[in-house]
């Protein structure tokens, strides 16, 4: 009972903020996604990344063998989701980046700060970071159908891991007065996520929800299993470990959906997925939750 309401406290507060978004939309009050999300892609994630980095009391080997296996895990999913659809026969551009990118951002990192603390939070900035590399790079490419792999050099967020990580190298820190104003301006982050999260699932119209169901659950599955096995294949410590499985198996990103119009992929197909692998997270996440604390 003791770890349920443990669970309950962790995960209430992302759902009702996600919960307070989708109220308000279907309110019928106004809410700008598309400047919302940039102020907090641009701007406030750059500077939670950072920050989170620079101020990690984690010793720099952890922080990078957790780097190395987000990198494996992703690059293993990657392989893993090519080939079954390969073999289903079904788009690689309109389902693969939905199926290997979780939305780590809005929904991961929270939980893992609710979860773990400030220690969580700093390994999910470093799983966020190498899953938003990989998708500004590859996955921008496998759906557009082409073009450039040198878009994430123009994504703040990219800048932000990577200064965050040379002043922990070297244990730098910024002057007081820049600290507490780029730590003000990152805590806008996580709120502005969860709420744009619940604003546009408000907004999405599915397609086939039986197909989404089915594509859903698989992710889940495919996605536990793999981080399951890089991390226990890099030995990582308890809470890097638990940080790494909750961040790779969150649900499908809406950034996935905006991609699919974008680039004229099948974007309702993708809006199912978000939608139903967003309702599935709400029972997965805490189940997996409790296996993992």
């Known amino acids: 009972m003791e770890l349920a309401f443990t669970v309950l406290e962790i995960v209430a507060p992302v759902f009702l903020l996600a ?31 950072f920050v989170a980095l620079m101020k990690a009391q984690i010793d720099p080997a952890a922080l990078t063998a957790l780097s190395l296996a987000s990198v494996v895990a992703y690059g293993g999913l990657t392989l893993v989701v090519a080939a079954i659809l390969w073999v289903a ?31 969580g939070l700093s390994y999910a900035v470093v799983v966020f970071a190498v899953m938003a590399i990989w998708s500004f790079t590859y996955g921008i490419w496998i759906v557009s159908g082409g073009g450039s792999a040198l878009k994430a050099l123009k994504e703040p967020l990219v800048w932000g891991t990577v200064l965050g990580g040379v002043f922990l190298w070297q244990d730098w820190q910024t002057p ?63 809470t890097a470990f638990a ?18 119009e974008k680039y004229g992929a099948e974007s309702q197909a993708v809006a199912g997925l978000v939608v139903v692998s967003t309702l599935l997270s709400v029972v997965v996440l805490p189940v997996l939750l409790a296996v993992l604390l």
């Open 243 to 260: 940080v790494l499985v909750l961040q790779v198996a969150t649900p499908v990103a809406v950034t996935s959906y905006l991609l699919a």
């Open 89 to 119: 026969g079904r788009s690689q551009r309109t389902y693969q980046a939905p199926l290997v990118f979780g939305n780590t951002g809005n929904l991961g990192l929270p939980l893992a700060l609710f979860a773990f603390g400030e220690t």
């Open 176 to 238: 007081v007065f820049l600290t507490n104003t780029l730590e003000l301006i990152g805590q806008l982050a996580i709120p502005l996520m969860l709420i744009t999260l619940g604003v546009a699932v408000a907004r999405l119209s599915p397609g086939s929800i039986a197909m989404a169901t089915v594509m859903s659950v698989a992710k889940v599955v495919l996605c536990v299993a793999v981080a399951w096995g890089v991390g226990r294949l890099f030995n990582l410590d308890d």
């Open 19 to 49: 919960a307070v978004g989708f109220v308000w939309v279907k309110a019928g009050f106004e809410y700008r996604v598309e400047f919302v999300t940039r102020l907090a892609m641009t701007l406030s994630v750059p500077c939670l990344i």
